[in-house]
């Protein structure tokens, strides 16, 4: 009994906690500096390693406990149970065809990026390589392969060529911001993202265009016998363009505004830059982007798994809570439709401002959502130059962003493992210096684990001291 | 930052550091080089097919760049900038991904000291500053270091 009352007098006096909700206001998003609750300590933790260009990880999720190292070169790599990388690749992009690789890698943004396997991989075999295609001038393809069971842990070239099946198939006029992930949602549809289609400034105005699959994420129903895929109904704009008798009165200005005469019905959010990766959180099925940005602000979106899609990020009006473009300090500018939950900032947050000695990136990288080591729906991001690991979560009644470590490592990508524990890569591949996708040093494979939790003699990424 | 360990020298002022070098210049006591990021000891022994010249054999020995002032070495160590460094870097060192190398808010203290460069370019930093060991060689760096101290000069 007195313990009920305790407990009763301290639930009474401790803050009312409210449910996570998207910032209605620019000071409501959350910038490093913050304090996750529970105070999280985490390190990073090897499992394999000597890959060339590692940019992505995934598991099948069919109980084997495989894990797919995405090589950019154009192959994937098993690293087993035990730690150990197969020799052959589960699959090979780069000899399959007798004229040479499928995949493009002249830039380091190009390359295979990402593969993800069916929900029912299990049963169906299939698997979906994202690359840049040699073939198709540098367009973005999107390939279905189905696994012979008599053969789980390599795709032959047969196989291969037997087997493939285009589902997207989409020109790029530009060799940077490609975007690439693709993964699997809690509703088993294929979402992509898909960056502006570069240069710099999205000169096409891709991300607010509707007739573009550029600087969107996208969401298809790949369970589609004779097509690539279909749209799924409830994609929010399935039939914004659909053809209709035009009807000038009786129709409300809300319902003017739904006709999007030439809307692609792929899209399911809008206003994105570079949605290089994106995650699911395994617990609860919220989608959160990081949206690689420009010059000055990097943007980490959330979506909660009730949404029903139609969010507009606001490239190029914004990038993270600024104004696009950045001249100074203190611009002014209407916000573009929904804001991000957390941003931060590069070396300089403004062109002219005095630089950053710490939290500060270049790059954002997202990694997975961490519901363990102390942890609950914690996004969990890394960067692509200055090697630190933020955390974003709710505390109860706002968004807080805090580094968790500071390494010597450029983060590529990330995924979830089976139990929900979050993969990382690194890649010693950068703008500079990069000599070819097979030439620069080894990438490594790496696991998200409490700091107290590290296994007795495993090796740790190198991190800072304080 | 400082170090967590106030008693390593490369955190020591540069004056110090030269008279401590005075001191011990002339013994066989080698320099010892560390990780910028976790103070690990750092195995500076030549690259395949790396010949160690004199000058990288003198800062072994004494921690400091003999090719300091030196113009030819700075004109070389120019050119290797412009190829490595200047795309993070800025060609004015001022930075843009990589921090600022010419104001004296350090991003690491330990860069006031040739030493403590040193250990950046060659071993690495955060991230996009990766290590140069197998790119470069430490003659080379040495260079790379006396362009920057000159870069630094010229803009006081």
Request: hydrophobic share 40%; proline share 6%.
């Amino acid at each position: 009994m007195k313990r009920l009352l305790i407990a009763a007098i301290a639930a009474a006096c401790a803050p009312l906690a409210v449910a996570q909700t998207i910032p209605k206001s620019p000071a409501e998003v959350a910038r490093p500096g913050g304090d996750l609750p529970g105070s999280p300590k985490i390190a990073l933790v090897k499992v394999a390693d000597g890959f060339n260009d590692p940019v992505g990880v995934s598991s099948a999720f069919d109980g084997t406990g495989r894990l797919f190292v995405v090589e950019r070169v154009g192959k994937v790599k098993i690293v087993g149970k035990d730690g150990k990388v197969l020799p052959e690749p589960f699959l090979d992009l780069t000899k399959s065809n007798p004229l040479g690789t499928e995949v493009l890698t002249v830039f380091v943004e190009q390359g295979l990026w990402s593969i993800a396997f069916h929900p029912n991989f299990k049963q169906n075999g299939y698997v979906f390589a994202s690359f840049a295609s040699v073939p198709f001038n540098g367009a973005h393809m999107v390939v279905r392969f189905t696994v012979d069971p008599s053969s789980p842990n390599k795709i032959s070239s047969e196989q291969l060529n037997k087997t493939a099946k285009v589902i997207l198939n989409i020109p790029q006029p530009y060799y940077n911001h490609y975007g690439g992930k693709i993964l699997f949602g809690p509703d088993g549809m294929l979402y992509v993202g898909k960056g502006d289609a570069g240069w710099e400034g999205d000169p096409l105005d891709a991300g607010q265009t509707q007739t573009t699959l550029w600087g969107k994420m996208l969401r298809v129903n790949v369970d589609a016998e004779d097509a690539s895929y279909t749209i799924p109904k409830d994609n929010p704009f399935s039939t914004a363009s659909r053809d209709q008798m035009m009807n000038l009165f009786g129709i409300t200005e809300e319902g003017f505004s739904k006709i999007k005469i030439g809307m692609r019905p792929e899209i399911w959010a809008l206003g994105l830059r570079n949605p290089w990766q994106f995650t699911f959180d395994p617990k609860s099925g919220d989608l959160w982007i990081g949206d690689v940005g420009q010059n000055h602000w990097e943007e980490i979106d959330w979506q909660p798994a009730s949404s029903k899609g139609g969010e507009n990020y606001g490239w190029k009006h914004n990038q993270a809570s600024k104004c696009h473009p950045m001249t100074g300090a203190d611009d002014k500018c209407p916000i573009v439709g929904t804001l991000p939950v957390a941003e931060y900032p590069h070396q300089e947050p403004y062109p002219g401002a005095t630089k950053l000695k710490d939290n500060w990136g270049c790059s954002v990288t997202g990694l997975g959502v961490a519901n363990y080591a102390d942890m609950k729906g914690v996004y969990i991001a890394g960067d692509w130059c200055s090697g630190r690991v933020w955390g974003v979560g709710w505390n109860g009644s706002k968004w807080q962003m805090q580094e968790l470590l500071h390494t010597s490592l450029q983060f590529t990508g990330g995924n979830h493992d089976e139990d929900g524990s979050i993969l990382a890569v690194n890649c010693y591949c950068f703008y500079l210096d990069d000599q070819g996708a097979t030439a620069n040093p080894k990438g490594a494979l790496w696991r998200v684990a409490a700091a107290n939790a590290v296994p007795a003699g495993a090796e740790t990424a190198k991190t800072r001291n304080k | 930052m400082p170090s967590c360990n106030p008693t390593r020298r490369a955190v020591w002022p540069a004056a110090a550091l030269m008279l401590l070098a005075a001191a011990t210049a002339g013994s066989q006591e080698k320099i010892e080089f560390r990780h910028v990021f976790d103070d690990s000891v750092l195995d500076v022994g030549p690259k395949p097919g790396e010949t160690f010249t004199d000058a990288v054999r003198d800062f072994h020995a004494n921690g400091l760049d003999p090719y300091s002032g030196k113009a030819e070495a700075i004109a070389a160590g120019k050119v290797l900038y412009e190829s490595w460094c200047q795309s993070c870097h800025l060609p004015d060192g001022t930075g843009r991904i990589g921090p600022s190398l010419v104001d004296e808010d350090y991003f690491y203290d330990r860069v006031a000291t040739d030493i403590g460069l040193f250990e950046v370019i060659y071993a690495g930093a955060a991230g996009a500053m990766q290590s140069f060991k197998t790119r470069i060689t430490q003659d080379e760096m040495l260079k790379v270091i006396a362009y920057l101290r000159a870069l630094q000069k010229a803009g006081k």
